[in-house]
């Protein structure tokens, strides 16, 4: 079981910012999944990897990859208090869910 957190590398976030918005992600994502996957992810270490995008296309892209497969997923849209314009799309987070299917969505990507 793992999550994937996508961050958009175009941006250019501080390290904080970058930060706020993996945890967002992640956080949004667990939400949205099913009581057994939440709780076998929670249970075996809460496996997270920050993955890198290069714009707003391609992080859309990946969410409709993971709607297509089933799997819970988050997008973050700033609310633009300090380095973001408000709504810009910053990250998404795929998971958790097992490595084979969330790597099906984002296998290719880059680590951050």
């Known amino acids: 079981m793992k999550q994937a957190i996508v961050a958009r590398a175009d941006l250019g976030m501080g390290e ?20 057994q996957a939440a709780s076998e992810w929670k249970g075996s270490g809460q496996k997270k990897v920050v993955l890198q995008a290069n714009g707003e296309s391609e992080l859309f892209e990946l969410a409709d990859k993971a709607e297509r497969e ?12 300090t380095q973001l314009e408000p709504g810009t799309a910053s990250a998404l ?6 490595d084979d299917l969330v790597d099906k969505v984002t296998g290719d990507l880059s680590l951050y």
């Open 16 to 35: 904080g910012k970058l930060a706020a918005q993996v945890a967002h992600a992640s956080l949004m994502a667990f939400e949205d999944a099913d009581r």
């Open 70 to 81: 089933g799997l819970p997923h988050a997008v973050v849209r700033d609310a633009g208090h």
């Open 93 to 98: 987070a795929v998971g958790p869910a097992r």
